[in-house]
């Protein structure tokens, strides 16, 4: 039982410390010795629980989508859908401001990286977007049921144009370390959705 505890702490511990180095370094930046040095875990031990690079890697953004769906579920909070998306808007500026705009998003960050070189993780970063834009398209599908939105708006559409837009916000942030470019982005959008 304790091996069973200690095994678990150890993968745990392994995989928060890849994804900060991943999404400071990127992916094909951060080594096994980074990672090794960084986390105080043995290789044989590393090697035991992820047995490749691309094992871990797996990992590390399976457990980075969890931790973003939570997040984007607990901040589309409100009374309408669009004071739903507001509320998200204003999690996602104060989430990037509190990280000083160090590291941006790790899917955008990987899906820059990767997308052309590693088919798996391409289809993992893929599939988070696709989940994120439905998620939103399904808030602007309510907005329009309500009248706040006009109905002649395509909210599959919509959503990708909002998830690109905070992607390239938050890219720009991370650049610049100047919230102005991240919060113009989410303005913009607010003006297009009238809020």
């Not at 094992?55 to 739903?84: H, Y």
Request: proline residues 2%; neutral net charge; hydrophobic residues 40%.
């Amino acid at each position: 039982m304790a091996n069973q505890r200690n095994g678990s702490a150890t993968r745990k511990r392994v995989i928060e410390v890849t994804k900060q180095l991943v999404n400071e370094k990127g992916f094909n930046n951060t080594s096994i010795s980074d990672i090794i040095q960084a986390s105080g875990v043995k290789k044989g031990n590393l090697y035991f629980h992820f047995p490749s690079k691309e094992t871990l890697g797996i990992a590390i953004l399976q457990e980075a989508a969890d931790e973003f769906f939570r997040f984007l579920e607990a901040s589309l909070q409100g009374n309408r859908p669009l004071e739903k998306l507001g509320s998200f808007f204003d999690a996602v500026l104060e989430k990037h401001r509190s990280a000083h705009f160090v590291g941006g998003c790790i899917f955008g960050n990987t899906a820059l990286e990767m997308a052309d070189s590693n088919p798996n993780i391409a289809r993992l970063v893929e599939d988070v977007f696709r989940r994120w834009a439905d998620m939103i398209a399904n808030v602007l599908r309510e907005a329009q049921r309500g009248g706040e939105l006009d109905a002649s708006l395509s909210p599959t559409r919509f959503a990708k144009h909002i998830v690109a837009t905070i992607e390239g916000g938050i890219m720009m942030a991370r650049l610049t370390k100047n919230e102005e470019d991240l919060k113009d982005c989410l303005d913009t959008l607010r003006a297009f959705l009238g809020m």
